[in-house]
């Protein structure tokens, strides 16, 4: 029964050009993160819409990254590195894998709906350029509702999408256990990142020190980095025609 699983994992060489986008994806998504992580830690996030205003005017490049602009792009390259799992993972538990994949691309759709960092530099624009104080009030009316509808946790919001995306991740991390194409440490990181990410939503009810923000986003982020470089080496590694879909654990 476990070779026909092999044999079943192994027989989709047709799309080796998917595993290797897929992987590079991954890669790339564990860069960003990381980018994420030290431009949050260097450029703090305005308090204020109108010191977001003076932020975009200042520095425009400063202010897209601020506003999760790095993650605009991370959420795309999620997108094609689900598709490969998916592909990869799918005759294992069929049912558990469209859940996900459909989770992840939901997910997608909510943030890259929500998340509009372009929109608040063109608040900003038309916010320098305003000459009466009613358009001022509602440019600043604007960029507040902006902001908010970002939904990011940072900034005590709800994000539906993370939340869909981390859920997705999970079930894909659990499938991979019962999978001959990647090792059991890829799919135990990437079940306890998932499974911090979501505590992180318990966090945000139960209090809302920073110092416990803290002690659950960073590892959080640094097991998500480990995930995605785990994954993306083995999905580029599937994707090489040499290999062939080899079923050796890496």
């Known amino acids: 029964m476990m070779n026909q699983v092999a044999n079943a994992e192994s027989a989709d060489s047709a799309y080796q050009n998917l595993y290797k986008i897929g992987g590079v994806a991954a890669l ?66 069929p049912s558990l894998m469209v859940i996900a994949l459909t989770f992840a691309l939901l997910g997608i759709g909510v943030f890259l709906a929500t998340n509009n960092p372009f929109s608040m530099l063109s608040l900003s624009n038309q916010y320098a350029t305003a000459t009466t104080d ?3 009030s509602t440019l600043l009316a604007a960029g ?35 999978s001959n194409s990647f090792s059991r440490t890829t799919a135990f990181v990437g079940i306890l990142a998932h499974g911090l990410s979501l505590a992180d939503y318990l966090r945000q ?16 982020a640094l097991f998500l980095v480990i995930w995605y470089v785990l994954v993306g080496r083995r999905l580029y590694q599937l994707g090489r025609p040499e290999r062939k879909m080899s079923l050796q654990q890496s």
């Open 205 to 220: 009810a139960l209090t809302s020190s920073a110092i416990v923000a803290l002690l659950v986003i960073l590892p959080n």
């Open 28 to 93: 790339i998504a564990a860069v960003l993160i990381l980018g994420d992580v030290v431009v949050l830690a260097i450029y703090p996030q305005p308090r204020k819409i109108s010191d977001w205003f003076m932020l975009f005017q200042s520095n425009s490049s400063v202010g897209l990254l601020d506003l999760w602009g790095l993650e605009v792009s991370m959420y795309l390259m999620f997108m094609m590195m689900f598709l490969a799992l998916y592909w990869v993972l799918r005759k294992i538990n």
């Open 134 to 136: 009613a358009e001022r």
């Open 144 to 178: 507040l509702a902006l902001v908010s509808n970002t939904n990011q946790r940072a900034v005590g919001g709800f994000n539906m999408g993370l939340l869909l995306v981390s859920a997705a991740g999970l079930m894909v991390a659990s499938v991979m256990l019962q």
